[in-house]
């Protein structure tokens, strides 16, 4: 079993900054993308951004050039760091990873249990 706890949402004013945080912990081999998604009310959930174990990153058109995603692989933690944040992005933000299991060597998705991040104008 796998646990991916998030942290860092709360309430920010438009142009303000925010950090998440998201750990795994578990029968974790290792762990090829992390990623961060996002919903809003009566929104589909949408991918905002993802980074492989080796880096490489990708990110929603609406976020490119103020979020950037990073990871620390020896802590199995990624993060979200949010600048000139503006109310279109008010959601509960998902941490997502896609884990090789120690134990049954086999790959699955795990999920956050959301975090709210709330703009306000």
């Known amino acids: 079993q796998v646990q991916l706890v998030e942290s860092g949402g709360g309430l920010v004013q438009a142009g303000g900054s925010l950090r998440l945080s998201c750990a795994a912990s578990?029968?974790?081999?290792?762990?090829?993308?992390m990623g961060w998604y996002r919903q809003a009310p009566g929104k589909q959930r949408e991918l905002v951004a993802a980074?492989?174990?080796?880096?490489?990153?990708n990110y929603a058109d609406s976020v490119k050039g103020r979020f950037t995603i990073s990871r620390d692989n020896a802590k199995n933690t990624v993060y979200l760091q949010m600048n000139s944040l503006k109310p279109e992005d008010t959601a509960v933000y998902f941490c997502?990873?896609?884990?090789?299991?120690?134990?049954?060597?086999?790959?699955?998705?795990?999920w956050g249990q959301g975090t709210q991040v709330t703009v306000s104008s």
């Open positions: 980074i492989t174990s080796g880096g490489s990153t």
């Open positions: 578990g029968i974790i081999l290792s762990i090829n993308t």
């Open positions: 997502n990873a896609h884990v090789l299991e120690l134990v049954l060597r086999v790959f699955n998705d795990y």
